[in-house]
């Protein structure tokens, strides 16, 4: 396989993954810990810091699936890690 067929290989299995290129609503968080669109990023279509919430649900194509390399969750909000971050 060439490099343009291989390039060609992926474009296909991606082309009808159905979320690449979806957009997601976001509703903001009111509570403490939770993201608040903040100007001048502060619409719920604007493509920024809330970027393709639903990309983890796409069909993956360089690891076996979305959840292979998990992170930890996010500190509690209470917590003295929070606080020093």
Known sequence: MNFNSAAWAV???KANDG?????FPVTP???PGQYGFTAP????TFIG???SPGWGEIKTFGIQNSTQ???RPPYNINS???ARD
């Open 49 to 51: 810091f809330c970027d």
């Open 41 to 44: 990023f502060d619409g719920p």
């Open 80 to 82: 003295p890690e929070y």
């Open 19 to 23: 979320i690449a290129d979806a957009l």
């Open 29 to 31: 968080g009111t509570l």
């Open 69 to 71: 390399f998990s992170v």
């Open 11 to 13: 474009l296909q299995s």
